[in-house]
Nanobody
């Protein structure tokens, strides 16, 4: 199983990025997908998730509400995280994860990507 995250980079505050996570080695359409992030010196935190049929999404409301959007394309085995109105505090390594249940706990996901770094300058 491989989850390959990409799309990170350096962006100014207020800018946008779209992260992608390409998945192989499992039946992608059967898995819920989550995005997490980890800033330097901090614990990994849940950003949001999307159910296996895109029937539902959930976000960490306090930090990303109205700014981040998760979507998926089951035909391409890919999940996306659109980051808008970025802030310096969004700087982190962003990870995608696949799991059988949609939840906000890192322990609730079975497979992880390697992460992609997002740096937001002020």
């Amino acid at each position: 199983v491989q989850l390959q995250a990409s799309g990170g980079g350096l962006v100014q505050a207020g800018g946008s990025l779209r992260l992608s996570c390409a998945v192989s080695g499992l039946t992608f359409s059967s898995y819920n997908m989550g995005w997490f992030r980890q800033a330097p010196g901090k614990d990994r935190e849940f950003v949001g998730g999307i159910s296996w049929r895109s029937a539902g999404t959930t976000y960490d409301a306090d930090s990303v509400k109205g700014r981040f959007t998760i979507s998926r394309d089951n035909a391409k085995n890919t999940v996306y995280l659109q980051l808008n109105s970025l802030k310096p505090e969004d700087t982190a390594v962003y990870y995608c994860a696949a799991g059988r249940t949609l939840n906000n706990r890192a322990s609730g996901y079975d497979y992880w990507g390697q992460g992609t770094l997002v740096t937001v300058s002020s």
